[in-house]
Antibody
Framework: QVQLVQSGAVVKKTGASVKVSCKVS????????MHWVRQAPGQGLEWMGR????????DFGHKFQVGVTMTRDTSINTAYMELRKLRSDDTAVYYC???????????WGQGTMVTVSS | QSALTQPPSASGSPGQSVAISCTGT?????????VSWYQHHPGKAPKLIIF???NRPSGVPDRFSASKSGNTASLTVSGLQAEDEADYYC??????????FGGGTTLTVL
């Protein structure tokens, strides 16, 4: 079954780091770019960045060029997104999403709720 | 990169049609045919309903249609049904390997 399964919800303190995983099933992770998108409470979807799983190259939205790392482990078909120096406004649901050959996000993870509190 | 502009809300009665706009710039919507639309029910993952401006993935009803003119893309939902009530987002490729989403539109079926 083709799916993306993300790690579970977490609560973190301000200033801490969080690493969210996205396990790929049903296809080989290197076949498609993986993107990360977040949704803060009451807000819309926000594109964070992407990783080319073939070589690890990344691109980030302007807001996420500092403090965000995207990596992958091709041996276990898993992508990761790490967010450092967490602030309260990083509280959001984080999604991984596959970009298909038609430049659309056709497969999404179930989302990971990250709550940042002091 | 600024978010694409969508109306915050839209509504229609069952059976009616409603259109949702998505306005960007020549650096995103107007510059590329990589506009897509997503239906998002709260608590679930977004669902792709339109890709490359006007194409529907398999399984998406033909009640959903979309187009683009200049820097503005539009999604039309015809024959509104109760299950169409959701948030709708547009997305576009922008310059320099950047992607951008619209602010989202909450569709209410009256």
């Amino acid at each position: 079954q083709v799916q993306l399964v993300q790690s579970g919800a977490v609560v973190k303190k301000t200033g801490a780091s969080v690493k969210v995983s996205c396990k790929v099933s049903g296809y080989t992770i290197t076949d498609y770019y993986m993107h990360w998108v977040r949704q803060a409470p009451g807000q819309g979807l926000e594109w964070m960045g992407r990783i080319n799983p073939k070589n690890g190259d990344t691109d980030f939205g302007h807001k996420f060029q500092v403090g965000v790392t995207m990596t992958r482990d091709t041996s276990i078909n898993t992508a990761y997104m790490e967010l450092r120096k967490l602030r309260s406004d990083d509280t959001a649901v984080y999604y991984c999403a596959r970009l298909n050959d038609y430049n659309a996000f056709d497969l999404w993870g179930q989302g990971t709720m990250v709550t940042v509190s002091s | 990169q600024s978010a694409l502009t969508q109306p915050p809300s839209a509504s229609g009665s069952p059976g009616q049609s409603v259109a949702i706009s998505c306005t960007g710039t020549s650096n995103d919507v107007g510059g590329y045919n990589y506009v897509s639309w997503y239906q998002h029910h709260p608590g679930k993952a977004p669902k792709l309903i339109i890709f490359e401006v006007s194409n529907r993935p398999s399984g998406v009803p033909d009640r959903f249609s979309a187009s683009k003119s200049g820097n503005t893309a539009s999604l039309t939902v015809s024959g509104l049904q109760a299950e169409d009530e959701a948030d709708y987002y547009c997305a576009s490729y922008a310059d320099s390997n950047i992607w951008v989403f619209g602010g989202g539109t909450t569709l209410t079926v009256l």
